[in-house]
């Protein structure tokens, strides 16, 4: 048999590939998430606008920088309008990411790459969120770069340092571009270790050469956005950063327990099955900091476990200091943590784990998501697609939601030319920058426009109904209702 055949890691990228793209389309895509990042993707490809996020003609999207949009919008282009086209860049991040965790742990300590491939791949949040639309795996895979890039400055040969370094401000541009201020998140790390340990000239994280990178890929998108529209720099300052962090506006656990509630168990069913490993060495850790803190001579002999410290221990500090938390917010550190779970089984000597029985949990796995597959969800956006096909089997340009969530997942559906609106009964004012309504009805409705499916809460049908009659239009109902929402057309009133 060829060496190639027998090679472990040849069967690592095998059984990673299997978890990624198995039943990657089986899924319809959930609202209202993934929806929403698909539909600006769909948009930007509809109207050609890739500067600009929109989630309709008239409103912009400005949550999250574009990075993620323009990877399903390429994905899409490339491959067609399908729930696994558009899944495609989180699955591959999650392929990168095993790759950055096998050489990470190779140059940190040699013989444990293949376990911290292992365990990366077959970690249970990096495979379950490889299956979802979102900005996380993107931002894991662009920071993974730039920390994998700085181990190879500061523990490679010096020779190509500065090479490396180059690289790693790439990827906290990139970062940057997935999610702004957050995507930064390690840099504090790189710096802390290198006044820690600064054993070596011409290694450091501050070199302007890669700063001079960072700042030609990072920054034009946003000096080209604030240009265009006025306000939105303090906009992105002040509420998607400085708000999310210090404030529970957008009801994301910020309470002081919060973190116990979100990151506690993360961090526990999150790295099975490779948990034991984990707790092992947080269990050695204080006594591993008492020796670095006293011992300098200590410190630099720990060099690769006192940045493994650093990468997992400082970014989980800031999450935890901040107000809003979610369970996919701790992504990027991922990989830090198969690389620790690695080089732990190798200092306490134990071999590689069981084929079959690895095998065995991948099969696990892959049965989850087959039943994610097929559990019946209302935020599956093809079964709202089929509903209302059944109810208007024609042209469908626009498909407007009344006081209701918007179901941005049939874009995907219906048509890459339909789009998809929330619109409120009554005008008030709004934000400008991500208002929760696209328009108030009478706008909509002076519009005009054709092949237009309307949804509204069954509960709200009576007064809905009464509006739009006053205002002078007659509606039809589309068939019984479907989840309790009512599903209607608006025709002028002859």
Wanted: contains cysteine; proline residues 7%; charged residues 15%.
């Amino acid at each position: 048999m060829p060496a190639v055949v027998r090679s472990p890691a040849l069967w690592i990228a095998v059984l990673a590939a299997t978890l990624g793209f198995v039943f990657l389309g089986a899924r319809g895509i959930w609202d209202p998430d993934e929806g929403r990042y698909t539909n600006v993707a769909l948009n930007m490809l509809a109207s050609g606008d890739w500067l600009t996020p929109h989630r309709s003609h008239e409103v912009g999207h400005w949550t999250k920088p574009p990075l993620t949009y323009w990877a399903i919008a390429a994905s899409l282009w490339t491959f067609g309008p399908h729930p696994w086209s558009a899944r495609l860049p989180a699955a591959l991040a999650y392929l990168l990411c095993v790759g950055f965790a096998f050489r990470a742990a190779a140059r940190l300590s040699p013989g444990s790459e293949r376990v911290a491939a292992l365990a990366y791949a077959t970690m249970l949040l990096p495979v379950g969120a490889s299956q979802f639309i979102t900005t996380d795996f993107v931002l894991a895979a662009c920071m993974n770069l730039a920390m994998w890039a700085f181990i190879e400055a500061r523990f490679g040969p010096q020779a190509h340092a500065g090479r490396w370094l180059t690289l790693m401000w790439g990827g906290l541009a990139l970062a940057f571009i997935a999610k702004g201020p957050p995507g930064l998140i390690v840099l504090p790390v790189m710096l802390l270790f290198d006044a820690l340990h600064p054993d070596r000239r011409g290694s450091s994280a501050l070199q302007w050469t890669g700063i001079a990178l960072f700042v030609v890929l990072a920054l034009p998108w946003y000096l080209a956005v604030f240009h265009g529209n006025p306000g939105l720099f303090a906009y992105f300052v002040g509420d998607e950063v400085v708000r999310r962090v210090l404030t529970d506006e957008f009801g994301r656990h910020g309470e002081w327990y919060g973190w116990i509630q979100i990151y506690v168990p993360t961090l526990l069913v999150g790295t099975l099955p490779w948990t034991p490993a984990l707790l092992r060495w947080t269990r050695g850790l204080p006594a591993q900091v008492r020796a670095w803190i006293h011992d300098p001579v200590q410190r630099a002999n720990d060099a690769s476990w006192l940045l493994l410290s650093l990468w997992l221990l400082l970014p989980l500090l800031v999450f935890c200091f901040a107000r809003s938390r979610l369970p996919l917010y701790l992504l990027p550190l991922f990989v830090a943590m198969a690389v620790i779970v690695a080089m732990q089984r190798q200092r306490e000597g134990r071999s590689p784990p069981r084929w079959r029985w690895l095998l065995a949990w991948a099969a696990l796995l892959l049965a989850m998501k087959l039943v994610a597959a097929v559990w019946p969800t209302h935020k599956d956006a093809s079964e709202w697609a089929r509903a209302i096909r059944a109810r208007a089997p024609g042209t469908i340009s626009e498909v407007v939601f009344v006081e209701d969530m918007a179901r941005y997942g049939l874009h995907l559906y219906l048509g890459t030319g339909t789009q998809i609106e929330k619109i409120s009964l009554s005008a008030f004012d709004q934000p400008r920058f991500n208002p929760p309504y696209d328009e108030p009805l009478a706008v909509e409705l002076a519009e005009g426009e054709k092949n237009v499916v309307w949804i509204c809460r069954q509960s709200q049908w009576p007064q809905v109904e009464a509006r739009i009659v006053t205002a002078g239009y007659r509606v039809r109902r589309l068939g019984s209702p479907y989840r309790e929402r009512v599903m209607f057309v608006v025709e002028p009133s002859k």
